[in-house]
């Protein structure tokens, strides 16, 4: 039974089109994020939820729009996709909050391709 | 600001041969520090982590890691190298009251048999 989950794991998509990964977590934590991997692996948080609350926004552009319906769900939609939008996002969670010692939990990761 | 540097982009071992991964951070107080390991097609798992008290921690999978403030550094070693272990290794960098980890760019491992 995994414990961070994300859909879909490919996405393959053209330039300009909206797209969706979902993310749900079954460990019962209450801090949800989502980090962007480039291609040189390098990996950048881009939001926090604890909860349902908007912790952290790191100066995402705002076509990325963050959704979480309940603390076991967060979502990313990203708006008018752009070649550089291209990267592995990972999903993770925590019970604690990374940087005040809780262990992160990494989904497998959601490959997106902009064509 | 926080930052953390792993200087070695890409490591070849050979299968039993021990290994030390280098991670210096940057950070004002003392910092939560954290390896993280990726394998092909997988997110990150855990390694081991540092929070305080000892300054050599364990960790899974037979590797271990040591603070030393000195010289801002959190290297990660393991005496005898398994094929299993070749991946990617991250050094991650947080602080007391925020949710942010900083991650370093990785140093991608090589075993040969």
């Known amino acids: 039974d995994t414990a961070v989950s994300q859909t879909p794991k490919y996405l393959v998509t053209q330039m300009g089109n909206d797209k969706s990964i979902k993310c749900e977590q079954n460990l019962g934590h209450d801090t949800m994020y989502w980090y962007k991997q480039d291609s040189k692996k390098f990996l950048k948080i881009m939001f926090s939820y604890n909860n349902k609350e908007l912790i952290i926004n790191e100066t995402v552009p705002n076509r990325f729009s963050p959704k979480s319906p309940d603390k076991a769900h967060l979502n990313l939609h990203i708006n008018s996709l752009e070649l550089g939008d291209s990267a592995v996002y990972f999903c993770?969670?925590?019970?604690?909050?990374?940087?005040?010692?809780?262990?992160?939990?990494f989904g497998e990761g959601s490959r997106l391709t902009v064509l | 600001a926080q930052s953390v540097t792993q200087p070695d982009i890409h490591i070849t071992v050979s299968e039993g041969a021990s290994l030390e991964l280098r991670c210096n951070y940057s950070?004002?107080?003392?910092?939560?520090l954290f390896w993280y390991v990726q394998s092909p097609g997988q997110g990150l798992q855990l390694l081991l982590k540092?929070?305080?008290?000892?300054?050599l921690v364990q960790g899974i999978k037979g590797f271990e890691a040591e603070f030393k403030r000195s010289q801002s550094s959190f290297n990660l070693r393991k005496p005898s190298v398994h094929w299993s272990d070749a991946a990617e290794y991250f050094c991650?960098?947080?602080?007391?009251?925020?949710?942010?980890?900083?991650f370093g760019t990785g140093t991608r491992l090589q075993v040969f048999p």
């Open positions: 991650a960098v947080g602080s007391r009251g925020t949710d942010k980890l900083i």
């Open positions: 950070y004002g107080a003392t910092p939560y």
């Open positions: 540092y929070f305080s008290g000892d300054t």
């Open positions: 993770a969670s925590s019970q604690k909050g990374g940087g005040t010692g809780g262990e992160l939990f």
